[in-house]
DNA sequence: TAATTACTTAGGTCTTCACTTAAGTAATGA
DNA sequence: TCATTACTTAAGTGAAGACCTAAGTAATTA
């Protein structure tokens, strides 16, 4: 239906899904500064470690962290590509907004005359 | 509990759940190339005019579009700020995780202490 | 003035989300 | 070996999302 263009894999749907969520947002930033196991991760939140999995499975999922078992600790750690690929999609739409300009007399000659048949009738 | 930083009001929640559905991002493509009608903006998608303006709505709370009706047309127009917004904040992730390599070192050798206690058993 | 157009409003349904508690299981440490 | 630790799995709940159809309303056009 639409073109998706993901770079590598995870479609935008899921970065900016995973992204919307404050809590995620939250482990997203501790993880910029650095890799964390679970518990690590779980700590800053008031709320369940199985509500804190199922966040990090939306992270997961989205490309934006990917993790490892080694023993008993599961070890978090950021992918910013996925974050990379957000990034240039608001890239692209702000790059043609700023070329818009080029329609943006044609469109104001547009409003101009719907607003004078508006209001005055002709 | 969290800081949120947004620029004039949209929370950045609000930004990256509107952002996170195709139909929505479709629609912020065509406003990124100029301003539309809620019909021109519907046309492309096949689902119900009022489906269409529930999905305005969610991008008008999240200050990426704005609208405002002349006669019984309403128009509308991206506001690049709430993009910026949200890019703002990938970006400082990023640079985040790009200094992230100071602790780097520091991280691996617990990793690497933990791994030779696990399969070595001391 | 009557039809058409461009939305709006008001329900209703079915799914997905963000949690929860209660049990697991598998590694470690004493 | 036994308790702890670090998750995992399962099942359930209430709220939010993404649609739909049907029925307005207000502005234009014929």
Redesign the interface.
């Known amino acids: 239906?639409?073109t998706?263009g993901a770079s590598h894999g995870a479609p935008?749907?899921l970065v900016?899904?995973a992204?919307?969520?404050?809590t995620r947002?939250?482990m997203?930033?501790r993880l910029?500064?650095?890799?964390a196991s679970v518990s690590e991760l779980a700590e800053p939140f008031a709320m369940s470690l199985p509500a804190v999995v199922q966040h990090l499975a939306v992270l997961e999922a989205s490309g934006l962290v990917r993790s490892d078992k080694?023993?008993r600790?599961r070890?978090c750690r950021?992918d910013?590509r996925a974050?990379?690929a957000?990034?240039d999609?608001?890239?692209e739409?702000?790059r043609?907004?700023a070329g818009?300009l080029d329609?943006?007399g044609e469109?104001l000659s547009k409003?101009d005359a719907?607003?004078k048949?508006?209001t005055r009738k002709k």
């Not at 910029?32 to 890799?35: I, K």
């Open positions: 239906m639409q998706q935008l749907d900016f899904h992204l919307s969520d404050a947002r939250g997203v930033e910029s500064r650095g890799p080694v023993g600790v070890t950021m910013e974050l990379s957000a990034e999609w608001i890239n739409r702000k043609l907004w818009r329609r943006l469109f409003q719907a607003t048949r508006g």
